[in-house]
């Protein structure tokens, strides 16, 4: 958590809160799960054995990373067992908050044509419908737990392709954009007042998806630090991107975000953070063209870590 924690030491901004807040120790709605853990007190981790679905062999898309975070994680005793809660599948209503009715009955039923199956990388299956909606559910979750207490992950998630009328890059669903768009049409005082939401996307790729969804929403801040020259060629405006060039390495990096993300957190001052945590800037992927290292990572728990979505309350 050096990092972590060094990012957001910068600037006059001091209080970033781990904590539950006011509202919390009030509100007694249900969580969108099948698993809480109101025994411990520690970082609270989302994950679901249904996080993975088979692939066609040889298929270069690394399904078994999901069940790996988790399995680092307890092994390295960063977590324990007692601190892992479980989603529910989210319902084709709360999917709908974001995406078309059109788009979620094919999708649903399996109605997709073989260009939409190439656009998105993945052949359909009913096996990849319920991995996509467990993992949506898993990031509404997050959100949810972390309004409670301050600061909450899943094991999953960051589909920031997916628009709401087709899948694109490996996402069908958009998770960020639900368990945003949730959060903010369940706010203590909606519809008058809505929850302010930023979305950090360090992703190599650009989150064009979300960017498209919330283009025209003032409460959601999408803010993407991106390689210019990788995927998609077609860029989303999203409400601030910082394209970087092929190559870059650790210090750059590192400065480039911390230049940006404090100021952000002290103008928009946002209700709750989604951050996309894609590990696919480190110099050992094939796709993604910068030269990131182990330290250089922001905010990784653990070393080589295949990927962490993390969400966090800031109160003051």
């Known amino acids: 958590m050096t990092c972590f924690k060094r990012l957001f030491s910068k600037g006059p901004r001091s209080k970033v809160a781990w904590l539950m807040t006011g509202e919390a120790l009030t ?13 411990s007190s520690a970082l609270p981790v ?3 054995s249904k996080y993975v679905c088979d692939l066609p062999p040889n298929h270069r898309f690394p399904m078994g990373k999901f069940p790996r975070v988790l399995q680092c994680l307890l092994r390295d005793q960063v977590i324990t067992e007692k601190q892992v809660w479980v989603p529910e599948i989210a319902s084709k209503d709360l999917l709908s908050c974001v995406h078309t009715e059109d788009y979620l009955d094919n999708f649903i ?18 096996g990849i419908v319920r991995r996509c909606r467990y993992e949506t559910g898993g990031t509404v979750l997050a959100a949810e737990v972390a309004l409670q207490r301050g600061l909450a992950c899943s094991t999953a998630g960051g589909t920031h392709h997916a628009f709401p009328s087709y899948g694109s890059g490996f996402c069908l669903l958009n998770d960020l954009a639900v368990a945003a768009k949730y959060t903010m049409d369940n706010s203590p005082n909606s519809p008058s007042t809505k929850r302010k ?20 929403e003032p ?27 092929d190559g ?27 951050y996309d945590a894609g590990v ?6 094939e796709l993604g063209r910068l030269r990131l290292t182990d330290q250089g990572e922001p905010f990784c728990f653990t070393p080589r870590c295949f990927y962490l979505q993390i969400t966090y309350r800031l109160f003051e």
């Open 197 to 216: 939401v930023l979305i950090v996307d360090l992703d190599v790729h650009q989150g064009d998806g979300t960017a498209f969804i919330f283009k025209e």
């Open 46 to 48: 989302v994950h679901h």
């Open 109 to 126: 039923n399996g109605k997709i044509s073989e260009q939409e199956q190439r656009r998105t990388g993945f052949p359909w299956s009913e």
């Open 219 to 245: 409460s959601v801040f999408t803010f993407s630090v991106h390689c210019g020259k990788n995927f998609p060629l077609r860029k989303q405006q999203s409400d601030l991107d910082i394209s970087v060039e």
């Open 280 to 285: 696919d800037p480190h110099w050992e992927d």
């Open 27 to 39: 509100s007694c709605r249900c969580f969108h799960a099948e698993l809480v853990r109101h025994e």
């Open 248 to 274: 870059l390495e650790d210090k750059d990096y590192l400065s480039t975000v911390e230049a940006h993300l404090p100021w952000l957190l002290e103008t928009f001052r946002p209700d709750l953070v989604l």
